[in-house]
């Protein structure tokens, strides 16, 4: 089973983006649906997360700006990136956090120029 993440790019302050997450095969056992980022010299963090119950929650730092959503049948996660800032600037992970373990996708780049 893979994970690939698109939908990042360069985009200006304030600006939106909407990160797409698709699975390649069928995932048993989920217990929560994450988006991670990395920026650069920094460790990898935890930015918004979604539970099979559909509970969301979000860290401080996106929370009012970003939403994450997943479709019904759970293959695919979104995260809509809303008032985007320069420290916003990262590769952008979806994660999905099973009974056995993790699965992460590849990483999408997101640009936030000032």
């Known amino acids: 089973v893979q994970l690939q993440a698109s939908g990042g790019g360069l985009v200006q302050a304030g600006g939106s983006l909407r990160l797409s997450c698709v699975t390649s095969?069928?995932?048993?056992?989920?217990?929560?649906m994450r988006w991670y980022r990395q920026a650069p010299g920094k460790e990898r963090e935890w930015v918004a997360a979604i539970l099979t119950s559909g509970s969301v929650d979000y860290a401080d730092s996106v929370k009012g700006r970003f939403t994450i959503s997943r479709d019904r049948d759970k293959k695919k996660i979104y995260l809509q990136m809303k008032t985007l800032e320069p420290e916003d600037t990262a590769v952008y992970y979806c994660n999905i956090n099973t009974v056995y373990g993790n699965v992460w996708g590849q990483g999408t780049q997101v640009t936030v120029s000032s």
């Open positions: 095969g069928r995932i048993i056992g989920i217990k929560a």
